[in-house]
Each structure stands twice: as structure tokens, then as C-alpha cells.
């Protein structure tokens, strides 16, 4: 494991004047869990549909959204920032001519994406407990979902740069992941779906995120969180095994 903690060192060193740059991904699930979860939760009260009818809407979207803030904060890294070393300023072919690998740079980028992404939930998550949104002891599972949502979707965005042709290919990205963003019931339950609409919903992996967050943070604990964590660990190895095939037919000459 020397060569990943290598890469995460010098990412270290290279981020730690840039740190304030995470700020942004802190403050947008903020925002949107004041103005979606406590201004719109007002007007809606209690969730309809769900078990315990004393859950308020802000309750239920609170974890929805450090779900994604996990999500975001690993693919913004293994997107946007690994196409620039990619393929604009071609970072790894310095770092090959050192002893590292490629296996070396993607367990080690996505280290790092993971890091990323627990920091910015860690931070989130401390703001969700000063509004007094963590109402079950099960809510300590929050920080493992975390890690692991990091992993998948880090995983993830490190096959898909390598994809990537253009800036203009971004849009595509986005075209995937806001509106899994927005029906992947962040902010609604899945019971408002017709059945094969909500099977759809299950297959997505921010559902699944979702899932491993808000049920624990709830108080509940299922079947249902276990096969979260299965689904996003089988996620997240198969899309770092596809990675690491795809950067090996990039880098190597």
C-alpha cells in the first residue's frame, strides 16, 4: 500500500492551500436542507407513507442530502480534477516514471476521493446534529455508509473520466446525475411512484445511498440497510475494476 498512501500524501501537500475550496460542497446540501427541508418542510409537516408518521419532512431529507454530499464530494474528484491530470496537464506520466504503478495512482486517487467525500460529509453531518436531526443512536452508522457511498461513486468516476473526450463531455455526466439527484427519492418517498417505476428508482446507486443513510439515521434498522451496503460494495469494486482496465489502456503507451 505504499504507492496509493504516496499518491494521497502528495495530494495532501498539493490541497492543503486549496482546502477552502471544499466549502462549496459543505454549503450546497445546506442550503438546500434550509430551503427544501426546513422552509418547504414547514408547509409539508409529516411525510406521508412512511412508517412513523412523527418523521418530518426535514428528517427525512436530511439524510437524503449527506447521502449526496458524500456522492458529490468523491465524484467531483475523480471527474473534473483526475480528466485535468489526465489529460490536460498529464500529471501521471511523471508520477509512472517514478516506481508507482497505475494500480498505485487509481487505489490511490481513489483514497484520496475518499477522504474527500468523508470530510465533506463529516462536516455536513455535524451541521444536520446542530439542527437536531439525529434522533437514533443508529445514526453512528452514518460515517461507514459514508465511506462506503464515497468509495462507489469515487470508484465510479474514475471509470467514467476515462471516457471522457471533452469539457463539453461533462454535460453528459450531468445529464446522469441530476436527475438521479432529484428522483432517487432525495426528496420524496418512493411509495408516490407506480411499481415499475419504483423498481427503476431501486436499481439507481444514489437510491441505495440513500437508503444506508436515512434508514439508520430513522432509527431503522433492516434487511434493507445490509443489502445497501452489498449493493454499493459491488458497485463500487466493479466500477474500480473497469478504472483500473481503462487507465491501463490510457497511460500505457
Known amino acids: 500500500m505504499a504507492g496509493p498512501v504516496a499518491l494521497v500524501e502528495r495530494n495532501l501537500v498539493i490541497y492543503r492551500h486549496t482546502w477552502y475550496l471544499l466549502l462549496a ?16 418542510g414547514a ?3 409529516h411525510v406521508p407513507g412512511l412508517g412513523d408518521p412523527s418523521v418530518g419532512y426535514v428528517d427525512f431529507v ?14 467531483n474528484e475523480t471527474t473534473f480534477n483526475i480528466y485535468g491530470k489526465l489529460k490536460m496537464l498529464h500529471t501521471y506520466d511523471s508520477i509512472l516514471a517514478t516506481p508507482l504503478r497505475i494500480r498505485d495512482v487509481a487505489l490511490g486517487e481513489v483514497a484520496w476521493a475518499l477522504l474527500r467525500g468523508t470530510a465533506v460529509t463529516v462536516v455536513f453531518g455535524a451541521a444536520i446534529a446542530a439542527f437536531g436531526l439525529v434522533h437514533s443512536v443508529w445514526a453512528l452508522l452514518i460515517l461507514p455508509g459514508a465511506l462506503l457511498i464515497a468509495f462507489a461513486f469515487a470508484a465510479t468516476g474514475l471509470a467514467v473520466v476515462t471516457y471522457i473526450r471533452s469539457w463539453q463531455d461533462f454535460q453528459l455526466v450531468q445529464l446522469v446525475m441530476l436527475p ?12 408516490v411512484y407506480a411499481r ?12 441505495q445511498s440513500i437508503e444506508l443513510i436515512r434508514e439508520p439515521s430513522l432509527g431503522v434498522m433492516n434487511a434493507g440497510v445490509g443489502l445497501a451496503a452489498l449493493y454499493l460494495l459491488v458497485f463500487g469494486a466493479v466500477a474500480l475494476a473497469v478504472a483500473l482496465r481503462r487507465l491501463e489502456r490510457t497511460l500505457v503507451p
Request: hydrophobic share 60%.
Open 196 to 207: 415499475p417505476v419504483q423498481v427503476a428508482v431501486e436499481c439507481l446507486p444514489l437510491y
Open 43 to 45: 408547509l409539508v409537516g
Open 180 to 191: 438521479m439527484f432529484l428522483f432517487a427519492t432525495t426528496f420524496y418517498p418512493l411509495g
Open 62 to 75: 436530511a439524510p437524503a442530502l449527506l447521502a449526496t454530499a458524500a456522492m458529490n464530494g468523491a465524484m
Open 25 to 40: 460542497e459543505i454549503f450546497e446540501p445546506v442550503l438546500y436542507l434550509l430551503s427544501m427541508g426546513v422552509g418547504i
